[in-house]
């Protein structure tokens, strides 16, 4: 009997160690093995390849879809199945003991100015007039809603617009722009101003002078931190059409904000459309998305009528691990410090677009803890709102 009991030991623990060796070399089998392997978790869930599961893809409920995607991006990767699973640590934890992070919440009684913010389908104005009033964020948008087929971005936008009244800072360009490229392609927005392009930059026209406080958020160079297909794209940064709307910013004395990652070619590009009409005014959507303070730097230098908002550039709306990330939760990068301080009047923030009211919720915390409560009380004040109002001509 004894033996019999040992022998069975032995084999489960044999057992054990061949699929904790497996699975470290990668070797995959099937039922509970692979359950535990973060990359074979997406590729059985992975319908169109794209290496990460998003919540079409999930079998499951919505819930345990948003409890897995810690960065809340509407998707889960391998990492945040490692995450879950206990392989990697939290990115709210600090790397050594696990403990969570506590930091100083930043000046409450300073309101935000938030000028990179899509209105999201899942949204409600009550909802958002209730987070804005939690939050001290006494102004948001200035890059369109996020719409689709029946309920357009326009149409979100003239929704907003009717129930925050001078809160909500109306754009228009982006919407307009994006539909023309989802309808005919890309290739509509190089090239020479057509008809279908006309008419579409006629529409901003007429909305700048209905009200409308901003031209975009118009994508420019989006290869590779564009979320939806149809928006990556490479355009020249000085082509007709940026030149068409860069006249408009001048004409309607309002910013124009783009997305564009900060490539050689597209640097240069944009540099020659700058600096072609000094009455423009240009803001570096999540300040340029790969840049680094270097770079901006010598923008900021060469360029008095270019600004940058720091949307997009932390936990837990990109990786915790992402290097082109500027603060989280507690921590500024001192360089990104430093180059704040320097230009305390060239920045913004922004919360952009989330896939959650969780989500929202902690972009928001963050852009206190981590951004403005690092920085000295006179440049926190200009960031989070007196350059907002300034550029974007803001009313209480």
């Given at each position: 009997l004894?033996?019999?009991?040992g022998?069975?030991?032995?084999?489960?623990?044999?057992?054990?160690?061949?699929?904790?060796?497996?699975?470290?070399?990668?070797?995959?089998f099937?039922?509970?093995v692979?359950a535990?392997?973060?990359e074979?978790?997406?590729?059985?869930?992975d319908?169109?390849?794209?290496?990460k599961?998003s919540l079409?893809e999930w079998?499951?409920?919505?819930?345990?879809?948003?409890?897995i995607d810690f960065?809340?991006d509407?998707?889960?990767?391998?990492?945040?199945?490692?995450?879950?699973?206990g392989m990697?640590?939290?990115?709210?934890?600090?790397?050594q003991g696990?403990?969570?992070e506590?930091?100083s919440a930043?000046?409450?009684?300073?309101p935000?100015?938030?000028?990179?913010?899509?209105?999201?389908l899942?949204?409600?104005?009550?909802e958002?007039?209730?987070r804005m009033?939690?939050?001290?964020?006494?102004?948001?948008?200035?890059?369109g809603?996020?719409?689709?087929?029946g309920?357009t971005g326009?149409?979100l936008?003239?929704?907003?617009?009717?129930?925050?009244?001078?809160k909500?800072?109306?754009a228009?360009?982006?919407n307009?722009i994006?539909?023309?490229?989802?309808?005919?392609?890309t290739?509509?927005?190089?090239?020479?101003?057509g008809?279908?392009?006309q008419?579409?930059l006629?529409?901003?026209d007429?909305?700048?002078s209905?009200?409308?406080k901003a031209?975009?958020?118009?994508?420019?160079?989006?290869?590779n931190?564009?979320?939806?297909?149809y928006l990556?794209r490479?355009?020249?940064?000085?082509?007709?059409l940026?030149?068409?709307?860069?006249?408009?910013s001048v004409?309607?004395?309002?910013?124009m904000i783009?997305?564009m990652e900060?490539?050689?070619?597209?640097?240069?590009e944009?540099?020659?459309l700058?600096?072609?009409?000094?009455?423009?005014?240009?803001?570096?959507?999540?300040?340029?998305?790969?840049?680094?303070?270097?770079?901006?730097?010598?923008?900021?230098?060469?360029?008095?009528n270019?600004?940058?908002?720091?949307?997009?550039?932390?936990?837990?709306q990109?990786?915790a691990?992402?290097p082109?990330n500027?603060?989280?939760?507690c921590t500024?990068?001192?360089e990104?410090k430093d180059?704040?301080e320097d230009?305390?009047d060239?920045?913004?923030v922004?919360?952009d677009?989330?896939h959650s009211?969780?989500t929202?919720?902690?972009?928001?915390?963050?852009?206190?803890?981590?951004?403005?409560a690092?920085?000295?009380?006179r440049?926190?004040?200009k960031?989070a709102?007196?350059?907002?109002?300034?550029?974007?001509?803001?009313?209480n």
């Open positions: 004894f033996r019999s009991r022998m069975k030991m032995y084999k489960k623990s044999m057992i054990n160690l061949l699929v904790s060796l497996a699975v470290g070399l990668g070797i995959v099937s039922s509970s692979w535990k392997n973060p074979m978790a997406v590729k059985k869930k319908r169109n390849g794209d290496g599961v079409d079998p499951k409920s919505e819930f345990i879809f948003n409890k960065n809340g509407g998707f889960i990767t391998a990492n945040e199945f490692a995450i879950k699973w990697l640590p939290a990115p709210s934890q600090v790397a696990g403990e969570t506590t930091c930043g000046n409450q009684d300073t935000v100015a938030d000028v990179h913010f899509h209105a999201m899942y949204m409600t104005p009550y958002l007039k209730k009033k939690k939050f001290n964020i006494q102004w948001i948008g200035g890059v809603a996020a719409g689709k087929r309920r326009p149409q936008d003239q929704q907003y617009l009717s129930a925050l009244g001078n909500y800072v109306w228009a360009g982006q307009e994006n539909y023309l490229a989802k309808k005919n392609g290739s509509i927005l190089e090239g020479n101003i008809y279908s392009l008419s579409a006629d529409q901003i007429r909305r700048l209905n009200g409308a031209i975009g958020e118009i994508h420019v160079n989006t290869t931190s564009a979320p939806i297909e990556r490479r355009l020249i940064a000085d082509s007709p940026m030149q068409s709307l860069w006249g408009l004409k309607h004395d309002v910013p783009v997305h900060f490539d050689d070619d597209s640097a240069e944009l540099q020659s700058v600096e072609s009409d000094r009455d423009g005014t240009m803001v570096l959507g999540h300040c340029g998305k790969n840049t680094s303070p270097d770079q901006i730097r010598t923008l900021l230098e060469a360029n008095d270019v600004y940058c908002n720091l949307a997009f550039r932390s936990p837990p990109s990786s691990y992402d082109n500027i603060y989280d939760s500024l990068k001192s990104w180059l704040i230009h305390p060239r920045f913004m922004g919360i677009d989330t009211w969780e929202f919720d902690k972009v928001a915390e963050n852009i206190r803890s981590g951004l403005l690092n920085l000295s009380n440049t926190a004040e960031v709102y007196k350059n907002a109002v300034r550029i974007y001509n803001l009313e």
